[in-house]
């Protein structure tokens, strides 16, 4: 198994840009999690999915993110517009029982 | 919702001592407990856990202890070497309506110094 796989690794935008990460979470897992993480705020959980129904969102932090999950192999989050604070490391999990395996991540650096 | 706590936020031994690392939680539904380790410019990755019918598993090195009672977990690392350098996260899961949600506390960075 292949393990999470997230693309791009490495994004850099300009202000103002749509970003769109995308994951690819382990076959058979029915749970996705999609997280950000910086120095200042540590590992915040933006939004997950069951079995591609998006369960708890309060996390996204305003209207300019979204999320899908189309389908049990592939969830996709969007920032439009990015801004300068978007600027983390987005992390994409997967689980079916409890214990979460990330992927690599996806550094967003918007200028 | 769940609050997760751990301490401390920084940490700093000797190679071969031993390093232990705490965590609280608040909902008393949790029941299970993974702890995650990250290295520099990688993701975290899941180095040990604990389930609530368990007091205390070890892997080699580490071990984990679980005091349901008093709502507090803890990572310990023996005889620590300079690879185990990186950030540790504890976190909780509860049952019900948040199955599967982790939530993680704030990450406590261990330095083993040679």
């Known amino acids: 198994d292949a393990g999470v796989i997230q693309s791009p690794r490495h994004e850099v935008t300009e202000m103002g840009q749509e970003v769109t990460l995308r994951c690819k979470p382990i076959?058979?897992?029915?749970?996705l999690f999609w997280y950000r993480q910086t120095m200042m705020r540590g590992l915040e959980l933006l939004i997950y999915?069951?079995?591609?129904?998006?369960?708890?969102d309060s996390g996204m932090p305003e209207d300019r993110f979204s999320a899908k999950m189309p389908n049990a192999s592939f969830s996709t989050l969007k920032i439009q517009p990015s801004e300068p604070r978007d600027s983390a490391v987005y992390f994409c999990?997967?689980?079916?029982?409890?214990?979460?395996?990330f992927g690599p991540g996806t550094r967003l650096t918007v200028l | 919702g769940e609050n997760v706590e751990q301490h401390p936020s920084t940490l700093s031994v000797q190679e071969g001592d031993s390093a232990v690392i705490k965590c609280t939680y608040s909902d008393s539904a949790s029941n299970y407990f993974p702890w995650y380790k990250q290295e520099l410019g990688k993701r975290p990755q899941l180095i040990i856990d604990i389930r609530s019918n368990v007091g205390e598993k070890k892997d080699q090195r580490i071990a984990v202890t679980l005091n349901k009672t008093a709502k507090h977990f803890s990572l310990h690392i023996t005889e620590t070497q300079p690879e185990d350098s990186a950030v540790y996260f504890c976190?909780?899961?509860?049952?019900?309506?948040?199955?599967?949600?982790?939530?993680f506390g704030q990450g406590t960075i261990l330095t083993v110094h040679p």
């Open positions: 976190a909780a899961s509860a049952g019900g309506t948040s199955y599967g949600k982790l939530t």
């Open positions: 076959s058979g897992h029915d749970y």
């Open positions: 999915f069951n079995n591609n129904v998006p369960i708890d």
């Open positions: 999990a997967s689980s079916s029982r409890g214990t979460q395996y």
